[in-house]
Nanobody, 120 residues
Framework: QEFLVESGGGLVRPGGSLRLSCVVS????????FAWFRQAPGKQREEIAL?????????TYTDDVQGRFTISRDNAKNTVYLEMNNLQPEDTAVYYC??????????WGWGQGTQVIVSS
């Protein structure tokens, strides 16, 4: 049973854009904060964007994606999005989403992720 299904990755040239989607199988979607994470080759998975519960009125980003990436949510579709603009080679990674509790832990196991490759 898949709980988190990420999609939308692909190969893109530097400066290009992608929109990632994450469909979450839960009846309590609006009650969870969500985040996007990425894992580059040889590195640990890191959180890069966070959106608050319910309306998602609060978002936070790491410095390296601030101003280029936008996280959003659609509670009616149980979906979290990551709009990525001005992609750079250092953005190459597998991207994952997950819920986030207040203590930083995650309610579910990890999905398969979606691969993003930025290369000319």
């Amino acid at each position: 049973q898949e709980f988190l299904v990420e999609s939308g990755g692909g190969l893109v040239r530097p400066g290009g854009s992608l929109r990632l989607s994450c469909v979450v199988s839960t009846n309590m979607f609006s009650y969870y904060a969500f985040a996007w994470f990425r894992q580059a080759p040889g590195k640990q998975r890191e959180e890069i964007a966070l959106i608050s519960v319910d309306t998602g009125s609060r978002t936070t980003y790491t410095d390296d994606v601030q101003g280029r990436f936008t996280i959003s949510r659609d509670n009616a579709k149980n979906t979290v999005y990551l709009e990525m603009n001005n992609l750079q080679p250092e953005d190459t990674a597998v991207y994952y989403c997950n819920g986030v509790y207040g203590d930083g832990s995650n309610p579910w196991g990890w999905g398969q992720g979606t691969q993003v490759i930025v290369s000319s």
